[in-house]
């Protein structure tokens, strides 16, 4: 589990830290972005496959079928969770 990192007031770094630092920070903050980029590729792959699924599961079974089926509804309810996590992963990155 992560917790919060709380910084206590500013934080005052030497020049030489900051050129030991800058590499640091550039390799971490290309890793996060491969990092999002696969995890957005990820949910859009399981979004395609679950409304594959769905689609068929509609196709055969009749309306009563589908709101007593478990599996039905709890795949139903994953699939707008995924989306719905694209959604707040591409509104935090679209931030102003």
């Known amino acids: 589990r992560r917790y919060p990192i709380r910084l206590y007031g500013p934080r005052f770094e030497s020049e030489s830290s900051r050129q030991i630092l800058k590499p640091m920070k550039q390799k971490s903050e290309q890793r996060t972005d491969q990092a999002i980029k696969l995890l957005l590729q990820t949910l859009e792959r399981n979004v395609t496959d679950t409304g594959i699924i769905l689609d068929e599961f509609e196709a055969t079974h009749n309306d009563y079928e589908l709101c007593y089926s478990k599996q039905y509804n709890a795949l139903n ?7 719905d996590a694209i959604d707040k992963i591409n509104d935090q990155l679209n931030k102003k």
Do not use: V, W
């Not at 309810?77 to 989306?83: D, E, N, R, S, V």
């Open 77 to 83: 309810a994953g699939h707008f969770a995924l989306k």
